[in-house]
């Protein structure tokens, strides 16, 4: 599986949009993109993933690059509930791993 | 989303004993559940591969026999870690997967995780 880069930590103000770059150069075309974020002392929490094309749901936006070797993930408005370590993750579809890398610290603040 | 639970939340015993933390998908069957491990300030280590009705799958430097990882049913995943000892102490996660329509791709949600503290 193709690996990511993800600055180690960002700070964002409560109310503001959250982007979380990740950059995935050496993705092959069978790899998604999933993001996935952990509150201290819980279970990663599953948020998005996609292959080529922009994705929202409730949580968040995912922007791919049209060449897919870098993607956005949008929080549209950060709340304090939001500080997380945040992990991009590139994997093959079905039954593959999910390979952890060291992710990005969000500290959402007043 | 789905939801995964895991049980107990946390548990501390004594040198030499083992503990079995159960895994449960609460809403959905899982075919294949994981199992991972985190120790403090690091990320998340994948351990093993759990598949309903087949043995384990154990990443490399998994000892499978100090961990014991039992599929049984399409709900539930145990993973026992037998003779425990201090450097055993750690956060442990399952996750479930889930296939997507088409099966092109699928989703691990996560359990809450279980503290371990051998004494």
């Known amino acids: 599986d193709a690996k990511t880069t993800q600055p180690p930590s960002m700070d964002c103000a409560e109310g503001r949009a959250a982007n979380l770059p990740c950059n995935h150069s050496?993705?092959?075309?069978?790899?998604?993109v999933y993001w996935y974020r952990q509150i201290h002392s819980q279970g990663p929490q599953y948020i998005i993933h996609g292959l080529k094309n922009n994705e929202t749901n409730e949580m968040a936006s995912l922007i791919i690059t049209e060449d897919r070797k870098s993607s956005t993930l949008i929080l549209p408005h950060a709340t304090l509930r939001d500080t997380a370590v945040y992990y991009c993750i590139v994997r093959t579809g079905t039954a593959s791993k999910l390979t952890f890398g060291t992710g990005t610290r969000l500290q959402v603040t007043l | 989303g789905a939801v995964v639970s895991q049980h107990p939340s946390w548990v501390i015993c004594k040198s030499g004993t083992s503990v079995k933390i159960e895994c449960r998908s609460l809403?959905?069957?899982?075919?294949?559940m994981f199992w991972y491990r985190q120790f403090p300030k690091q990320s998340l280590m994948l351990m093993a591969t759990?598949?309903?009705?087949?043995?384990?799958?154990?990443e490399q430097g998994v000892e499978k026999d100090k961990f014991l990882i039992n599929h049984a049913s399409l709900t539930l995943s145990t993973l026992t870690v037998t003779s425990a000892h201090p450097e055993d102490s750690s956060f442990y996660i399952c996750?479930?997967?889930?296939?997507?329509?088409?099966?092109?791709?699928?989703?691990?949600?996560f359990g809450p995780g279980t503290r371990l503290t051998v004494l």
């Open positions: 996750s479930a997967r889930i296939p997507s329509a088409g099966a092109k791709t699928d989703t691990q949600y």
């Open positions: 050496t993705i092959s075309g069978n790899e998604y």
């Open positions: 809403d959905f069957q899982a075919t294949t």
């Open positions: 759990s598949n309903e009705g087949s043995k384990a799958t154990y």
